[in-house]
């Protein structure tokens, strides 16, 4: 007979490194938390910088209020924050962050360094982080005002994900769509991506709008075809704003960047439904370009879904499904009959 299994408490550093690699799966789930550090920080130049799609080398840099000195020595440990107190607040968070866990997870499979300098401090400071701990000591030295954050050898710790993410080439592509949509939804910030040592791949202006940065990412092609959408309602506390593509754009992959209150998520049910509506105006098995940014009372909304708020709740769904659809309806119905308009004239 099998003897039972003797039941032992994990280790805390085995247990943090395991969340640590449910909420960053790769390296781009760790640099839309870092964006999103940035953006929370006010930022308004953030660049971008990668070696072999960011499993060696991911690096960001931040003009935003920078982090104390004071608080260096915990920044990296799990659940602390400098946004959430209670929480009650979690009802009404308008920033990105609010658990505290990027960096403690980052910290727990990858080296990072941060360099960071507030604008009352007389010079910036220097801090390594292993496990959720400082790493020697803080020290003083030359630098702009906001965060520098470097994460080198992801993953060195998760031979399974390691393995997994073969591809530097691949993990490029999703660090692109990453920061290209982050760059469309926030075009007033200007946001740099490049390759260690080789030219930007992306970059966008400060106050730039959202069809320009579309032309930069995306090309012409789309950026000409785009047509605004906007939807108010009162009731359902809902705005939505963002353009799509016309019924002259089709594409075999299209492309959907979705945020709700700001964040960068996804959808299967907005996502089919746009689909839905399209496939009726589109050549077969071709789709559209569709930035949709949808705001919602934050009470409707549960951002406490999973560690990489990438899945988010709300209420209401049906409904605000329902109202893009017909609003999308609507476009493509006046473009297609403008066009038919135009041809017979
Ligand atoms: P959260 O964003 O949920 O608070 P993080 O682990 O992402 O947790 O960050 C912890 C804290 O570190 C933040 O609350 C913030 O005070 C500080 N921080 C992180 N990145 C930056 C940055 N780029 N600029 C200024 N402060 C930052
Ligand atoms: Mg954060």
Redesign the pocket.
């Known amino acids: 007979m099998n003897e039972p299994g003797v039941i032992r408490k994990l280790s805390e550093d085995v247990v943090n490194r395991i969340a640590a690699g449910e909420i960053v799966q790769r390296p781009a789930n760790a640099l839309k938390?870092?964006i999103?550090?940035s953006l929370?920080a006010h930022s308004t130049n953030i660049i971008i910088t990668v070696k072999a799609g960011g499993l060696k080398y991911l690096q960001i840099q931040d003009n935003g209020t920078g982090i104390r000195n004071e608080d260096l020595e915990i920044v990296c440990e799990r659940f602390t924050?400098s946004?959430l107190r209670q929480y009650d607040d979690l009802k009404q968070i308008s920033t990105?962050?609010?658990r505290?866990?990027?960096?403690a997870s980052i910290s727990h499979i990858a080296h990072l360094t941060i360099l960071t300098k507030t604008g009352i401090a007389k010079c910036a400071y220097k801090a390594s982080y292993k496990d959720g701990k400082l790493l020697g000591p803080i020290k003083a030295c030359a630098g702009n005002n906001g965060t520098q954050i470097t994460v080198e050898d992801l993953f060195y710790n998760v031979i399974a994900r390691k393995k997994a993410l073969r591809s530097p080439s691949e993990e490029y592509s999703h660090i692109m769509e990453v920061v290209g949509a982050y760059a469309i939804h926030n075009s007033s910030i200007a946001f740099t991506l490049k390759k260690f040592g080789e030219n930007t791949d992306i970059k966008t202006p400060t106050n730039s709008s959202v069809i320009e940065n579309v032309r930069i990412i995306h090309g012409n092609q789309i950026a000409r075809e785009l047509m605004e959408v906007e939807i108010k309602d009162s009731t359902l506390k809902l705005l939505v704003q963002g353009h799509i593509t016309n019924v002259n754009y089709s594409h075999k992959k299209g492309t959907m960047l979705l945020f709700i209150n700001h964040r960068l998520v996804d959808s299967q049910a907005i996502r089919k439904a746009v689909d839905s509506i399209y496939s009726t105006y589109l050549p077969r098995n071709t789709h559209a370009f569709v930035y949709l940014s949808i705001e919602l009372d934050p009470r409707n909304v549960d951002v406490n879904v999973h560690p990489t708020k990438h899945e988010v709740q709300f209420l209401y769904e049906e409904q605000i499904i329902e109202k893009i659809k017909s609003c999308i309806e609507s476009k493509l119905l006046s473009c297609n009959s403008t066009r038919i308009m135009y041809t017979q004239a």
């Open positions: 938390e870092l999103e550090n929370d924050t946004k990105y962050g609010f505290g866990e990027a960096l």
